[in-house]
């Protein structure tokens, strides 16, 4: 499956160099497409999601002489993934554009499941989501509380040229990429729209000392948090 972006963009899936490979061209109207610009530090992003929401990975694949994109990416569990190639032009267009790849063999658990906590234990750093906020009208507030085993406060450091990244995924595929910034407080905080679709399950990532932190927290219509271990 594959979805165009505008321009008549789309991706095309190549030969790869080992099973363990992927490999895939943008294409404007069966061109290979290269104008592409930089933003946070990447030409491409490519955020990797199981169709239940199970399984996040976010990569940066390197792009050779004929245009093609590659990165190695093995799943641990067979399945249904949603890839998504973020990226934009030279004229700071943004674009996603996403495909799916199916993988044979055990799947593992499967199914959406949601549950209800706004607190969690990741690397050693207690993360928090308070309830989300809406300001100026229509925007959510996710703001994160991170303190480290003694109860102290974590400062987090720049990770791709920001205090840190969020993507937002619906059951449906709906697909929302969010940056940090520090709230009034100092706190990482970042602000979407109020989205279409009424749960989404939200991947940040923060850098603490050296190493990236990824959670995951669900968000709800009603602005209920909650994320799954």
Known sequence: MMEKGSRNLTVQ??????????????????????????????????????????????????????????????????????????????DGTPQTIRFERAYEGNPGQYGLVKKEEKKKVVDGYTVELPPVATVGGNMLSFVYFITDAKGNPVEVEEYLGATGHSILISPSGDYIHAHTTESDYGDPEFLVAEPKEKFYRAFTQFQIKGKVVTVDFDWEGGHKMSDEH
Do not use: C, Q
């Open 13 to 90: 899936e190549e030969k790869g160099t080992s099973s363990s490979s992927l490999a895939f061209s943008i294409r404007e109207n069966g061109d290979v497409f290269t104008d592409y610009g930089v933003r946070h530090t990447k030409e491409m992003h490519l955020i990797i999601v199981r169709d239940d929401l199970r399984y996040f990975s976010h990569l940066h694949p390197t792009r050779d002489v004929d245009g093609v994109w590659r990165t190695a990416f093995t799943p641990d569990a067979a399945g249904t993934y949603w890839l998504y190639a973020d990226f934009i032009e030279k």
